[in-house]
């Protein structure tokens, strides 16, 4: 199990992948007599596939173009399935699919088996319900906070700034980093503030952290995939 992230400003590059799936454009390693045994589920056309995309895509609280907006994850095996059980082992890897995704965020999943072995590729959205913490404020959400916290006779306290570079005077070091402590303090009592007045709140956000963040965070799907799936099939 393989996951390619492909970005929201990558247009060309989820187009040669739609057109590998789909067959548009043949490589080599194609047998074109075997073309027709592929199957593809969820969105079947060019034009479904971008639909479904957008679709999600629009469901985003914001999006950015440098946001991942598409994971391309690859189902393959090292050797031949035992016999008789390809169909299981694809229904198990749909499932699977589903189960770690989201069954809506599951665009499409494509089964060559036009090549060396019989393979999946999908297609999945990344999206997810994020609680996003506001740590910069607009001066429209700062006027907000300052007459909430008035009531309740809290003190505003605005990000302390940080001396220059060449700084040397220990005293100003000292009174910054005096600051800095006093305001991790005042961030954390204002922050169920920030939740009740709907500054900081759970937003649908596009991001692959959840799934692919890290190397241990990709390390434990692989590992659900090979409990779940392949290793039933040996």
């Not at 971008?50 to 440098?66: L, V």
């Not at 072995?117 to 609680?131: C, D, G, N």
Request: contains cysteine.
């Amino acid at each position: 199990m393989r996951v390619q992230k492909v970005k929201v400003s990558d247009g060309g590059g989820l187009s040669k992948r739609i057109a590998h799936n789909l067959r548009e454009s043949i490589s080599d390693n194609v047998d074109k007599s075997r073309i027709e045994l592929d199957e593809v589920y969820g969105a079947t056309t060019r034009q479904e596939i971008y639909a479904k995309i957008h679709q999600r895509w629009n469901k985003a609280t914001t999006r950015r173009s440098d946001n991942v907006g598409v994971l391309e994850v690859l189902i393959t095996t090292t050797g031949k399935l035992p016999k008789g059980k390809e169909e299981d082992f694809l229904n198990d890897s749909a499932e699977q699919l589903k189960q770690l995704y989201g069954e809506e965020n599951l665009i499409n999943y494509v089964v060559h088996r036009d090549e060396k072995e019989t393979h999946i590729h999908a297609f999945v959205v990344p999206l997810e319900e994020k609680k996003v913490e506001k740590t910069r404020l607009t001066n429209q959400e700062e006027e907000l906070l300052k007459a909430e916290l008035k009531k309740r006779k809290i003190e505003f306290q605005s990000v302390p700034k940080k001396p220059a570079k060449d700084c040397k005077d220990e005293k100003t070091w000292n009174n910054y980093k005096k600051q800095k402590k006093e305001y991790e303090i005042y961030k954390q009592k204002i922050k169920p503030i920030l939740e009740e007045i709907g500054i900081s709140k759970t937003e649908t956000v596009l991001s692959c952290q959840k799934i692919c963040g890290d190397k241990q965070t990709m390390s434990h799907y692989q590992d659900l995939f090979f409990n779940n799936v392949f290793k039933k099939y040996g």
